[in-house]
């Protein structure tokens, strides 16, 4: 039997769970009727084949799409193009507001052009959480936390003011207010419900959770076996409208696990294991599938860890199947017994429940790890990759500071004390990454409990914080005895979010910051993140390392990196004893012991009223209106410059010619290098644009809190303060050379010097381009500097997918080619051929370069165009003009 069109009708069936009837779209029924043999499928696979039977339409979805994904399986691998559709998208707070603002400026359009503002609404399920935006001004005292949060609202009034108008104003948009956690582990412990259902023409139709989420750690909810991964907030925008994330289907990367943990040995440096192995083996834009009887050892909150650092190890999405761990965690997390009751009885019906026993599914490649093999681990200074023995912590610190510049220090105004190489001056439990993880977070507390009973206390340059990502965190460390210990080492309770791991590290002491500067010293960040790139967590800090949140502790009362903390003591006890870091460390019966407190009561509890917030939150002003009345003055809020009704463009292709080159730069250029992140420097030029606005210093906020206003994000746009331009060489930061004046300047500045001489602009790069975050200001930046094309050895899939959402062309250099190669130096200009005819997906094209001393060359370059989808969003003038036009026409 072969399978033919509409056949998706006839495999709808029922099951019971509870005291309930469902339907669903059954995978067994679909082998049946000829897609044959589909039980060695990647579970991950199926998930997307449910996915394409449940929308099968002849248009969106077609028949050879289904087929294809059951075919997958001869050769492990394919290049065929399906239409995804997530069940609902998830977004935070600094990728949330440019999305709204986005939204905001289509129903402004649409009422432009005579069209009902209000068909411009989320078609989809769409949860903001507000977690990005608390800083950590105060620390290491009591009032930290209400100190900070009240600061957050000073500074953020308007644009939460605007999400609630968005709340108001939407349908399917529901907004967590700030205060109340991050919004992976939210999703974790709330939100989520592996199995998602919705009435349908008076039935119950069950099928996978699946969403896509405008932060990259979105991964994170694969631990509970939900099918998602982050994009680009332009690409979740066009989701949320309806339209499919269009995606190849991927190879699949299965990751066997056996054996068990050996005692002392956290998820955190598992999971640092995991990420060095699997960037080594190289997984960028694969799906990583975990299997094996290692994983009935592994609790769910240690798969969630895993899950969560899939961007760091470059794969797509890191999933583990469902199964009594699954249950248990649901459970334990305050779901109720129906939801519970679905999630067991669907997997069981559609072949996606996991045991011991279940066949292993057939993987394009598989990478193999015994559990017991796995030994205490930092990452760093620089990438989340670059996993470090914790006994050889103190060698590699030394290998980061400047040669000669090993006996460096300075001494700290109005202290006792000098500041050295290596010293580490914040020391900080934050991310999503390890504060979902109780058995992690008890482990620092008892630490703490330990340490101050031995009379240890944090080093006075080191600046200490706990930013748990829940409210029930706290409700557990404080039900075990342990959050007095840790607020007596300074590891108060700063806020519920984001803070360090993002850059909202907030600043450091006085002294301490004019200690570093005087020396120009190469200090540390320890961080229970997940990202440590260059200028991310501090301006100040060097070198960034992650790690478990009780290595967190123990490095923040040693005070320095330069240590081995197996061989070294920690510090002295009252008598001058050492006290060593295996005197104070938890045993792994201990930490069990404490996580039995944690109760599913705690969960119910706390995200009992979730959506309504403090009183500071529900008594906001909010505008009224379909459409959003916009502030002329605002430095937070504005209407967007890049929506304009287009007709799609009858060429192929219309290229461009004499491009000047904006910024030549090398490999693992991530997205922070290129979007407005961080602090804002006074005397940048988003730092002189908001001075002459009346902004002064202190109010500048961060650049994420200001991703609604354009203005402020493209003079931000690679202007990170490590960038490094290879047209400038010497110098770090935002700085170019204007051709052909030979002039220094800001990138910003020349860009708008060229825009007066219209000309069209590249940008040059290396290897890896747009790795880490999914910035869409990456994408937006780069556009309205005047970018029309990127030229690269290779991308990051997310950052393609935002350039080609912008209308921003990839091109990639063929194999062996390169910037240096070619012996560029940012002094030429470029012209790539226009096409008539039909541009056909990763077409190769003709790039023509003029040199200054006359001589030119041409070189065939890779269109990175990769779908249909892409190629016609690229016609419309990106991704959302295309949903705009087409909903205007009726096409949508």
């Known amino acids: 039997m072969k399978w033919t069109g509409k056949d998706s009708l006839k495999t709808r069936r029922s099951l019971s769970a509870g005291d309930r009837e469902y339907d669903y779209f059954s995978l067994e029924a679909a082998s049946k009727a000829g897609l044959g043999d589909l039980s060695r499928l990647p579970f991950t696979l199926r998930v997307l084949l449910e996915n394409l039977l449940r929308f099968e339409d002849g248009e969106t979805v077609t028949v050879e799409d289904v087929r294809a994904v059951a075919d997958w399986l001869v050769e492990r691998r394919s290049d065929h193009e399906i239409a995804f559709r997530p069940a609902r998208v998830l977004m935070q707070d600094f990728t949330g507001v440019p999305a709204v603002v986005d939204l905001a400026a289509m129903r402004d359009a649409v009422a432009r052009a005579g069209g009902d503002p209000r068909m411009i609404n989320p078609q989809i399920p769409v949860d903001l959480v507000i977690d990005h935006s608390v800083m950590v001004d105060k620390y290491a005292m009591p009032e930290a936390f209400a100190h900070n949060v009240e600061r957050e609202m000073e500074r953020n009034r308007e644009r939460y003011a605007f999400l609630r108008w968005g709340q108001l104003a939407f349908d399917n948009f529901r907004v967590v207010p700030p205060g109340t956690g991050i919004c992976h582990q939210v999703n974790l412990e709330y939100l989520a419900r592996t199995v998602w259902c919705e009435e349908r023409e008076g039935r119950s139709l069950a099928y996978p959770d699946t969403l896509v989420g405008t932060d990259s750690h979105t991964t994170m909810i694969n631990g509970l076996a939900v099918l998602g991964w982050g994009v680009g907030g332009i690409e979740a925008e066009a989701a949320m409208l309806g339209q499919p994330v269009s995606m190849i289907i991927p190879e699949v990367v299965g990751f066997r696990m056996t054996g068990a943990l050996r005692e002392g040995v956290t998820a955190t440096d598992l999971v640092l294991t995991v990420t060095e192995m699997l960037r080594s083996f190289g997984v960028v834009g694969k799906f990583v599938e975990f299997f094996g009887t290692g994983l009935g050892r592994l609790p769910l909150a240690d798969r969630a860890t895993i899950g969560n650092m899939s961007p760091e190890y470059g794969a797509t999405c890191g999933w583990f199947p469902v199964d009594g761990v699954t249950l248990d965690y649901l459970r334990l997390s305050g779901r109720d017994d129906a939801t519970v009751a679905l999630v067991e009885a669907y997997a069981r019906a559609q072949g996606l429940w996991r045991s011991d026993d279940t066949p292993d599914p057939h993987f394009t490649d598989v990478v193999e790890l015994d559990l017991s093999t796995v030994k205490p681990s930092l990452a760093g200074p620089k990438r989340p990759q670059d996993r470090v023995d914790l006994e050889t912590m103190k060698q590699a610190t030394e290998a980061a500071i400047p040669e000669g510049d090993g006996d460096k220090s300075v001494p700290v105004a109005g202290s006792d004390y000098r500041l050295k190489q290596g010293d580490v001056v914040i020391s900080a439990i934050t991310s999503c990454t390890n504060t979902s993880n109780p058995a992690v977070m008890m482990g620092a507390g008892l630490l703490a409990k330990k340490a101050v009973e031995k009379g240890l206390r944090r080093k006075p340059w080191v600046k200490t914080s706990m930013a748990p990502g829940s409210k029930v965190v706290t409700d557990y460390l404080e039900k075990a005895g342990l959050q007095g210990y840790l607020d007596r080492l300074g590891y108060n309770v700063v806020g519920y979010g984001c803070t360090t791991c993002i850059g909202n590290s907030g600043p450091l002491n006085g002294p301490v910051a004019d200690a570093i500067a005087e020396g120009d010293l190469t200090v540390c960040s320890v961080l229970s993140g997940n990202r440590n790139f260059e200028g991310r967590v501090h301006s100040q800090t060097r070198a960034n390392w992650l790690a478990s949140p009780p290595l967190v502790v123990a490095f923040g009362l040693a005070g320095t990196t330069r240590i081995d903390l197996t061989r070294e003591p920690l510090g002295q006890d009252p008598e001058g004893s050492d006290v060593y870091l295996r005197d104070i460390w938890p045993s792994d019966a201990e930490i069990a012991e404490l996580v039995k407190l944690v109760s599913a009561g705690m969960f119910r509890e706390k995200y009992a009223d979730v959506f309504s917030g403090e009183e500071s939150w529900r008594t906001l002003p909010v505008p009224e209106g379909e459409t959003y009345a916009w502030e002329p003055e605002s430095t937070y809020v504005k209407e967007p410059s890049f929506f304009a009704l287009r007709e799609p463009s009858e060429a192929g292709l219309t290229g461009f010619a004499g491009a000047r080159v904006l910024a030549l730069l090398g490999d693992s250029i991530t997205t922070d290098h290129i979007s407005p992140a961080g602090a804002i420097l006074a005397s940048s030029p988003a730092g002189v644009y908001l001075r002459e606005r009346g902004i002064g210093p202190a109010d500048f906020n961060s650049y994420g809190s200001r991703r609604g206003n354009h203005e402020v994000m493209m003079r931000?746009?690679?202007?990170?303060?490590?960038?490094?331009?290879?047209?400038?060489?010497?110098?770090?930061?935002?700085?170019?050379?204007?051709?052909?004046?030979?002039?220094?300047?800001?990138?910003?500045?020349?860009?708008?010097?060229?825009?007066?001489?219209?000309?069209?602009?590249?940008?040059?790069?290396?290897?890896?381009?747009?790795?880490?975050?999914?910035?869409?200001?990456?994408?937006?930046?780069?556009?309205?500097?005047?970018?029309?094309?990127?030229?690269?050895?290779?991308?990051?899939?997310?950052?393609?997918?935002?350039?080609?959402?912008?209308?921003?062309?990839?091109?990639?250099?063929?194999?062996?080619?390169?910037?240096?190669?070619?012996?560029?130096?940012?002094?030429?200009?470029?012209?790539?051929?226009?096409?008539?005819?039909?541009?056909?997906?990763?077409?190769?094209?003709?790039?023509?370069?003029?040199?200054?001393?006359?001589?030119?060359?041409?070189?065939?370059?890779?269109?990175?165009?990769?779908?249909?989808?892409?190629?016609?969003?690229?016609?419309?003038?990106?991704?959302?003009?295309?949903?705009?036009?087409?909903?205007?026409?009726?096409?949508?």
């Not at 295309?882 to 026409?889: H, I, M, N």
């Open 716 to 892: 931000g746009t690679f202007a990170n303060i490590r960038l490094r331009n290879e047209m400038v060489p010497g110098t770090e930061g935002g700085m170019t050379r204007h051709i052909p004046s030979g002039e220094e300047m800001s990138i910003f500045d020349a860009a708008m010097h060229y825009a007066q001489e219209e000309k069209p602009l590249v940008i040059v790069a290396g290897k890896e381009y747009g790795t880490g975050s999914s910035r869409d200001w990456a994408a937006k930046g780069t556009l309205l500097l005047g970018v029309k094309a990127v030229l690269a050895e290779s991308f990051e899939r997310i950052h393609r997918s935002n350039l080609i959402g912008m209308r921003v062309l990839p091109l990639q250099f063929r194999k062996g080619e390169s910037r240096k190669t070619l012996a560029l130096d940012g002094s030429e200009t470029f012209d790539l051929a226009g096409q008539d005819g039909p541009l056909l997906p990763g077409q190769d094209l003709r790039l023509n370069i003029f040199r200054t001393d006359g001589r030119s060359e041409e070189i065939t370059v890779t269109c990175r165009l990769d779908t249909a989808n892409e190629i016609a969003y690229y016609r419309y003038g990106g991704i959302l003009n295309y949903v705009l036009y087409r909903l205007l026409k009726g096409g949508v």
